[in-house]
DNA sequence: ACCTGAACACCGTTCAAGT
DNA sequence: ACCTGAACACCGTTCAAGT
């Protein structure tokens, strides 16, 4: 269906693609960001989601062997997405702003929501939680995708690089005495650490209340 | 000097605003994303930036009090930093893209660096975790200004509500468990928890190594 | 009834021509 | 030299006309 979209989508590209005008694609969608959801829910079924097999240790509390496997085995489907996203640009932009809900994209909730009990993380805690790990994987690839995109973002990089570097230590201190660290690590080692991160935080930040009055 | 351009600036529309053609713009700014960092920077410098008296309080382990004080302060520029772009659609969009380096961004990275610093995080996390605030109050941006500029939006909201209530318990308990929660809660609630999780997972999450081959 | 050609209202960017 | 009109190559969406 899409297979072959391998670059921007676009409404008059997919037209083309098919022989057509592209009045004829609304007939099947209601608009782009349809057409993007549909895509992306498509490519989404083709992504083998790490199916780990169901080994659950139902230990009181998991020792750090556990965790770190539990957030090995996290990484699997978060990571599959973001580097389907990756492949993919402009559809992780259409994902931030309109979130699919199509089946596959349900399944990969379902699964983050099963790996999150597994580690032993509170219900509502995950369930606040899966969203702001989806929304950072797709805020990530969306972030990589259109860098990569345009020819400038190189220089543009080395601008930022010149900006914090070359900073007014009177003005900056911070940035200034900081300012290797803030640029150091690989894109990979920084998105590992920050899944980390979000993770720890998910599970040891208490939801505001059990106010079941909203919905 | 783009205090009229509320709406989606565009180098059309403010070539017309400003009563001429588009080209010339390209003498002062190289292309659109220039263009939308040089306005995100000037908007930055005319927000408030909450001077945060410069109390100190060199305990040395915060106590409860002053841990909620703490995230109190951090929240506020992150706060006005997120309001700002939600004033002006598509300019979150482009900030997620193009990361700005003007000065006025640099004070707000300086400024959360300080908060950060005052919160007992150490130096290279906080380095990591600057990026990773200012990213989730991006794409955070992104994500409901887009949402509101279509009127579309609702209808979208509904269906992601439909798919998640009523979605197949076999297929996917965890969701038909969590359903409530998982829509549970209002978007500022939704995202002063993201933030604390946030800043509760920087803190806690030790960096990779102090391994300074790169850059 | 179902599909679509052509038009409308936008974009960003470039470049030759004007002052 | 500096600015810009007009053109180029794209968009998404609509709607009247065709089969």
């Known amino acids: 269906m899409a297979a072959e979209g391998l670059g921007k989508v676009t409404m008059r590209r997919l037209a083309k693609e098919l022989g057509t005008g592209p009045a004829s694609l609304y007939v099947y969608v209601a608009g782009t960001t349809e057409l993007h959801a549909a895509i992306l829910d498509e490519l989404l079924g083709e992504v083998e989601v790490p199916a780990s097999a169901d080994v659950r240790c139902e230990d009181d509390e998991e020792d750090e062997e556990d ?27 259409s994902a931030l702003v309109a979130r699919p809900s199509g089946p596959h994209y349900l399944d990969l909730i379902e699964r983050v929501l099963a790996l999150l009990a597994e580690g032993g993380v509170a219900p509502d805690r995950a369930a606040w939680g899966v969203d702001l790990l989806l929304q950072h994987a797709t805020a ?75 919905d």
């Open 67 to 93: 965790a770190a496997g539990w957030e090995r085995r996290l990484i699997g489907p978060l990571g599959s997405y973001t580097l389907l996203l990756f492949r993919y640009p402009g559809l992780a932009r």
């Open 140 to 214: 990530t690839a969306a972030e990589q995708t259109d860098r990569d995109e345009s020819p400038v973002a190189d220089e543009e990089w080395q601008a930022v690089r010149r900006a914090v570097h070359g900073v007014d230590p009177g003005r900056h201190p911070h940035i200034h005495v900081a300012s290797s660290r803030l640029l150091s690590g690989t894109p990979d080692a920084r998105f590992t650490w920050a899944f980390r991160a979000l993770l720890h935080g998910i599970k040891h930040t208490p939801v505001p209340s059990d106010d079941p009055s909203h």
